[in-house]
């Protein structure tokens, strides 16, 4: 079936066969490298301590799923976790060689390494740059040293600002950074801080995200100092406005870039375009159906550790199709935002008068944009995109 989706080339005509080839998708690859020294206290990403023999199965498990699938064609491989700079550099060439040597990926395609400034050093920045890597996506978090240290990260600022210098010294020319907002002590004047000094590292990309207290999380169970939420809003417009100010774009509600350095890895899950999530706790999108494999590494190993699986797709759990509801959530996250007729023409879905008078009111609050066959969320309608899209939904 996934193979028949990926080369669905039903000859009846010189036309169809066009058309057909045209519609081939070009997936993105998400490899989840579900290890950590240590968990942060706040967050709800899968990952597990990291031991060498743990790692190497898992290594093993995975060349095995990736040699599970059908061949795709892809631009993007993005290494997320957990912490893959734990990975040797050699380990992550020999998996992008495994991913090679099945798959059609374009020669200019976007790899980005998630990476851990704790993890990494100069040295070993240029040899993951020589295995393949030219995304380089480093976890700052914070540049103000009390609130990194609520964070109860593993690094310090100077570090972090460190491993920055050392990527573009190393030879990486796409470098990103992840930033928190709304974090315990923080004040719109550190956030705009934070905008300033990312801007100042020469950064391509900056992800800011506000911080969620997730439960089953240390932090669930209380954490001091974290702002009220319209002080975490004015956090947020600070740091906006910082980026703007810089000659960042925001291209997303979390993201911001330079001229042509958005994340082509992540806007295929805004654009609910086809990607192939390989790990535990990984999500795929393929052939129109959302798949994951559970969060637990020991039923992985067991399943993909003594080989590659003959039905890939069976060993995955079915999560639904890709409908307008996700692409109304996911497209309206994007400052592009959503587009109508790609509502109708792929989803068969539009917006009815009682949606469109809701959308009115929100564009005279200054929320949204409207304007022919789009519908924008404003920078403050990004404050409150959930409520807005539950509205709508
Ligand atoms: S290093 Fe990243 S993935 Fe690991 S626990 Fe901390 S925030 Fe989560």
New binding site residues.
């Given amino acids: 079936m996934y193979a028949d989706f990926i080369y669905n080339v039903y000859i009846f005509s010189k036309k169809d066969l066009i058309v057909s080839l045209m519609e081939v998708p070009v997936f993105g690859i998400y490899i989840h490298i579900p290890f950590?020294i240590?968990?942060?206290p706040?967050?709800d990403?899968y990952?597990v301590s990291v031991s060498k023999g743990l790692r190497q199965t898992y290594l093993s498990a995975l060349k095995n799923q990736i040699l599970s699938f059908d061949p795709v064609k892809a631009d993007t491989i993005y290494f997320g976790?957990?912490?893959p700079s734990l990975l040797m550099p050699e380990e992550i060439s020999e998996i992008l060689d495994v991913i090679k040597s099945k798959n059609d990926i374009s020669a200019d395609a976007e790899i980005s390494m998630e990476c851990?400034p704790a993890t990494v050093t100069k040295n070993s920045l240029r040899d993951f740059l020589s295995a393949g890597i030219n995304r380089l996506s480093v976890?700052c978090q914070s540049f103000h040293g009390p609130c990194l240290e609520a964070l109860g990260?593993?690094h310090s600022v100077q570090e972090a600002v460190q491993t920055v210098n050392d990527a573009y010294d190393a030879g990486f020319r796409n470098v990103s950074a992840d930033i928190m907002l709304g974090i315990p002590f923080e004040d719109p004047q550190i956030a705009a801080e934070d905008a300033s000094t990312a801007a100042s590292l020469g950064l391509q990309h900056v992800s800011a995200y506000l911080l969620r207290i997730c439960e089953g999380t240390p932090f669930a169970d209380g954490v001091a100092g974290v702002p009220e939420d319209d002080v975490q809003a004015e956090c947020y417009r600070a740091f906006c406005s910082v980026m703007d100010s810089c000659g960042y774009t925001q291209y997303e509600i979390s993201n911001f870039a330079r001229p042509g350095y958005e994340s082509r890895h992540n806007l295929k899950y805004w654009q609910c375009a086809s990607w192939l999530g390989l790990g535990p706790a990984a999500h795929s999108s393929i052939g129109g159906k959302r798949y994951s494999f559970p969060a637990d590494l020991r039923n992985y190993i067991s399943v993909f550790g003594s080989g590659p699986a003959s039905d890939p797709l069976a060993c995955l759990k079915e999560e639904g199709t890709v409908d307008a509801e996700e692409y109304i959530i996911t497209s309206l996250r994007t400052s592009n935002g959503l587009d109508l007729q790609t509502l109708s023409d792929r989803f068969g879905s539009s917006f009815g008068e009682p949606e469109l008078s809701f959308l009115r009111e929100c564009e005279k609050a200054g929320l949204a944009e409207i304007s022919p066959g789009r519908i924008r969320l404003t920078r403050d309608g990004f404050l409150v995109s959930n409520s807005i899209i539950s509205e709508l939904l």
């Fill in positions: 950590c240590r968990k942060c706040y967050c990403f990952s976790g957990g912490t851990n976890g990260r593993l």
